[in-house]
Protein backbone atom coordinates (compact mmCIF):
# COMPACT_ATOMS: atom_id res chain seq x y z
CA UNK A 1 0.00 0.00 0.00
CA UNK A 2 3.19 2.43 0.01
CA UNK A 3 1.73 4.14 -2.88
CA UNK A 4 -2.02 3.12 -3.54
CA UNK A 5 -4.70 5.43 -3.01
CA UNK A 6 -7.29 3.33 -0.99
CA UNK A 7 -10.64 3.45 -2.47
CA UNK A 8 -11.79 0.26 -0.95
CA UNK A 9 -14.22 0.36 1.98
CA UNK A 10 -12.82 -2.54 3.38
CA UNK A 11 -8.92 -3.32 3.91
CA UNK A 12 -6.79 -6.05 5.03
CA UNK A 13 -3.66 -5.45 6.96
CA UNK A 14 -1.05 -7.20 7.98
CA UNK A 15 0.01 -5.75 11.80
CA UNK A 16 3.62 -5.03 12.66
CA UNK A 17 5.50 -6.24 16.31
CA UNK A 18 5.75 -3.66 18.94
CA UNK A 19 2.60 -1.24 17.75
CA UNK A 20 -0.70 -1.14 19.25
CA UNK A 21 -4.26 -1.66 17.01
CA UNK A 22 -4.60 1.88 17.00
CA UNK A 23 -1.13 2.79 15.97
CA UNK A 24 -2.48 1.41 12.90
CA UNK A 25 -5.76 3.23 12.06
CA UNK A 26 -2.90 6.35 13.27
CA UNK A 27 -0.88 5.75 10.63
CA UNK A 28 -3.18 5.09 8.16
CA UNK A 29 -5.20 7.97 8.07
CA UNK A 30 -1.92 10.00 8.77
CA UNK A 31 -0.71 8.63 4.98
CA UNK A 32 -3.60 8.74 3.12
CA UNK A 33 -5.60 12.08 4.55
CA UNK A 34 -8.83 9.99 5.82
CA UNK A 35 -10.09 10.45 9.29
CA UNK A 36 -12.72 7.99 9.37
CA UNK A 37 -11.39 4.74 10.01
CA UNK A 38 -11.72 1.81 12.55
CA UNK A 39 -10.98 -1.78 12.67
CA UNK A 40 -12.84 -5.28 13.77
CA UNK A 41 -10.43 -6.55 16.52
CA UNK A 42 -7.43 -5.34 18.85
CA UNK A 43 -4.13 -7.14 18.48
CA UNK A 44 -1.55 -6.85 21.11
CA UNK A 45 1.68 -5.23 20.40
CA UNK A 46 3.22 -8.27 20.87
CA UNK A 47 1.03 -9.63 18.43
CA UNK A 48 1.11 -9.32 14.27
CA UNK A 49 -0.58 -10.23 11.54
CA UNK A 50 -4.14 -9.61 10.23
CA UNK A 51 -6.51 -6.92 10.85
CA UNK A 52 -9.79 -5.73 9.30
CA UNK A 53 -9.71 -1.85 8.73
CA UNK A 54 -13.24 0.09 7.87
CA UNK A 55 -12.55 2.99 5.58
CA UNK A 56 -15.55 5.83 5.62
CA UNK A 57 -18.83 4.08 5.25
CA UNK A 58 -16.90 0.77 5.82
CA UNK A 59 -16.63 1.56 9.24
CA UNK A 60 -20.46 0.85 9.95
CA UNK A 61 -19.83 -2.70 8.37
CA UNK A 62 -17.30 -3.66 11.15
CA UNK A 63 -19.63 -5.27 13.85
CA UNK A 64 -20.40 -8.21 11.74
CA UNK A 65 -17.02 -9.31 11.59
CA UNK A 66 -16.35 -8.44 15.43
CA UNK A 67 -17.73 -12.03 16.22
CA UNK A 68 -15.81 -14.07 13.15
CA UNK A 69 -13.94 -16.85 14.50
CA UNK A 70 -9.93 -16.83 14.29
CA UNK A 71 -6.89 -18.49 13.50
CA UNK A 72 -3.80 -18.08 15.38
CA UNK A 73 -0.11 -18.98 15.12
CA UNK A 74 1.50 -18.84 18.25
CA UNK A 75 4.47 -19.70 19.69
CA UNK A 76 4.18 -21.00 23.96
CA UNK A 77 7.04 -20.79 25.95
CA UNK A 78 7.39 -23.40 28.81
CA UNK A 79 8.75 -21.96 31.93
CA UNK A 80 7.94 -18.64 32.43
CA UNK A 81 4.84 -16.95 34.03
CA UNK A 82 4.96 -12.96 33.18
CA UNK A 83 2.56 -10.33 34.52
CA UNK A 84 0.64 -9.86 30.68
CA UNK A 85 0.59 -13.18 29.60
CA UNK A 86 3.13 -12.52 26.60
CA UNK A 87 7.16 -12.15 26.74
CA UNK A 88 6.32 -8.61 27.54
CA UNK A 89 5.74 -8.60 31.09
CA UNK A 90 7.27 -9.05 33.64
CA UNK A 91 8.32 -12.53 35.13
CA UNK A 92 6.32 -13.55 37.99
CA UNK A 93 7.70 -17.37 38.14
CA UNK A 94 10.74 -19.17 36.17
CA UNK A 95 11.65 -23.38 36.04
CA UNK A 96 14.25 -24.99 34.60
CA UNK A 97 12.74 -27.84 32.56
CA UNK A 98 14.95 -31.00 31.42
CA UNK A 99 12.52 -32.72 29.25
CA UNK A 100 9.05 -33.00 28.27
CA UNK A 101 6.68 -35.94 27.70
CA UNK A 102 5.10 -35.20 23.70
CA UNK A 103 2.38 -37.44 24.08
CA UNK A 104 1.13 -35.63 27.56
CA UNK A 105 1.52 -32.68 25.70
CA UNK A 106 -0.57 -33.52 22.55
CA UNK A 107 -3.12 -35.23 25.25
CA UNK A 108 -3.43 -32.14 26.96
CA UNK A 109 -4.30 -30.10 23.55
CA UNK A 110 -6.79 -32.44 22.80
CA UNK A 111 -8.95 -32.00 26.10
CA UNK A 112 -8.90 -28.34 25.69
CA UNK A 113 -10.74 -28.60 22.20
CA UNK A 114 -14.19 -26.83 22.72
CA UNK A 115 -15.94 -24.65 25.47
CA UNK A 116 -13.51 -23.78 28.11
CA UNK A 117 -13.78 -21.44 31.32
CA UNK A 118 -10.69 -19.44 32.09
CA UNK A 119 -9.60 -16.15 33.76
CA UNK A 120 -9.14 -13.11 31.33
CA UNK A 121 -5.37 -12.31 31.41
CA UNK A 122 -5.06 -9.37 33.78
CA UNK A 123 -3.18 -7.11 31.12
CA UNK A 124 -6.55 -6.62 28.58
CA UNK A 125 -9.37 -4.22 28.31
CA UNK A 126 -12.04 -6.56 29.95
CA UNK A 127 -13.51 -4.12 32.27
CA UNK A 128 -14.29 -4.26 36.07
CA UNK A 129 -16.99 -1.60 37.77
CA UNK A 130 -16.64 0.56 34.55
CA UNK A 131 -12.47 0.33 34.50
CA UNK A 132 -9.94 -1.96 31.95
CA UNK A 133 -8.38 -4.54 33.93
CA UNK A 134 -5.09 -3.07 32.71
CA UNK A 135 -5.74 0.12 34.04
CA UNK A 136 -5.93 -1.44 37.02
CA UNK A 137 -3.18 -3.42 36.96
CA UNK A 138 -1.26 -0.57 35.99
CA UNK A 139 -2.24 1.54 38.72
CA UNK A 140 -1.03 -1.45 40.87
CA UNK A 141 -4.63 -2.11 42.37
CA UNK A 142 -4.79 -5.85 43.07
CA UNK A 143 -7.86 -7.36 41.52
CA UNK A 144 -9.40 -10.73 40.31
CA UNK A 145 -9.61 -11.52 36.82
CA UNK A 146 -13.19 -12.53 35.81
CA UNK A 147 -13.64 -15.84 34.42
CA UNK A 148 -15.40 -16.42 31.12
CA UNK A 149 -16.26 -19.02 28.60
CA UNK A 150 -13.55 -19.43 25.71
CA UNK A 151 -13.89 -21.84 22.77
CA UNK A 152 -11.09 -23.49 20.74
CA UNK A 153 -12.49 -25.40 17.57
CA UNK A 154 -8.91 -27.54 16.92
CA UNK A 155 -5.54 -26.84 18.12
CA UNK A 156 -2.81 -28.28 15.93
CA UNK A 157 1.16 -28.86 17.14
CA UNK A 158 2.94 -27.78 14.67
CA UNK A 159 6.79 -27.87 15.91
CA UNK A 160 8.50 -28.14 19.37
CA UNK A 161 11.72 -27.48 20.41
CA UNK A 162 14.15 -26.79 23.71
CA UNK A 163 16.36 -23.64 23.73
CA UNK A 164 18.73 -23.08 27.30
CA UNK A 165 16.20 -24.28 29.98
CA UNK A 166 12.93 -23.55 28.30
CA UNK A 167 10.65 -25.63 25.88
CA UNK A 168 8.91 -23.84 23.07
CA UNK A 169 5.58 -25.30 21.41
CA UNK A 170 4.45 -24.08 18.13
CA UNK A 171 0.67 -23.87 17.70
CA UNK A 172 -2.23 -23.25 15.40
CA UNK A 173 -5.70 -22.78 16.99
CA UNK A 174 -9.23 -21.64 15.46
CA UNK A 175 -10.99 -19.91 18.83
CA UNK A 176 -14.44 -18.49 18.91
CA UNK A 177 -14.04 -14.56 19.14
CA UNK A 178 -13.30 -12.82 22.50
CA UNK A 179 -10.82 -15.98 23.46
CA UNK A 180 -7.65 -15.07 24.71
CA UNK A 181 -4.63 -16.67 23.53
CA UNK A 182 -2.55 -15.53 26.41
CA UNK A 183 -5.68 -17.55 28.48
CA UNK A 184 -5.02 -20.11 26.60
CA UNK A 185 -1.07 -20.53 26.86
CA UNK A 186 -1.49 -20.07 30.83
CA UNK A 187 -4.57 -23.54 31.22
CA UNK A 188 -2.09 -25.60 29.09
CA UNK A 189 1.26 -24.92 31.30
CA UNK A 190 -1.19 -25.33 34.52
CA UNK A 191 -2.41 -28.88 32.91
CA UNK A 192 1.40 -29.58 32.71
CA UNK A 193 2.68 -28.51 35.87
CA UNK A 194 4.31 -25.38 34.55
CA UNK A 195 4.21 -21.58 34.02
CA UNK A 196 3.79 -20.74 30.63
CA UNK A 197 3.43 -17.51 28.25
CA UNK A 198 2.42 -16.33 24.81
CA UNK A 199 6.34 -15.60 23.42
CA UNK A 200 4.96 -15.03 19.70
CA UNK A 201 1.19 -14.58 17.98
CA UNK A 202 0.47 -13.93 14.67
CA UNK A 203 -3.10 -14.17 13.39
CA UNK A 204 -3.76 -15.68 10.54
CA UNK A 205 -7.59 -15.53 9.56
CA UNK A 206 -10.78 -13.79 10.44
CA UNK A 207 -13.72 -15.44 9.17
CA UNK A 208 -13.13 -16.00 5.48
CA UNK A 209 -10.69 -13.24 5.55
CA UNK A 210 -6.95 -14.31 5.35
CA UNK A 211 -3.56 -13.05 5.80
CA UNK A 212 -2.31 -14.02 2.63
CA UNK A 213 -4.41 -11.02 0.64
CA UNK A 214 -3.51 -8.41 3.77
CA UNK A 215 -1.20 -5.55 2.83
CA UNK A 216 1.99 -4.52 4.93
CA UNK A 217 1.78 -1.47 7.24
CA UNK A 218 4.43 0.29 5.24
Same mark, same amino acid.
Request: aromatic content about 6%; overall charge positive.
Given at each position: ??? %? ?18 ? =? ?10 ? #? @? ?6 ? !?????? @? ?8 ? #?????? #?????? %???? &?LGKETTT ?6 ? &? ?6 ? &? ?13 ? #? ?26 ? =?????? %? @? ?6 ? &?????? /? ?42 ? /? ?6 ? !???
Amino acid at each position: MKN %EKITKEIVLIDKPKGITSFD =VIRQLRKKYGIK #K @MGHSGTLD !PLATGL @MIIGIGEGTK #KLTKFI #KLPKVY %ESIV &LLGKETTTGDIAGET &LKEVKIQS &LDIKKIKKTLNEMVG #KIILAVPLYSAVKISGKPLYKLARAGKK =VKPPKK %E @MEIFWIKL &LDHFKK /NHYYFLKLELKVKSGTYIRSIAKEIGKRLGLPATVKELRRLKIG /NFSLKDAH !PLN
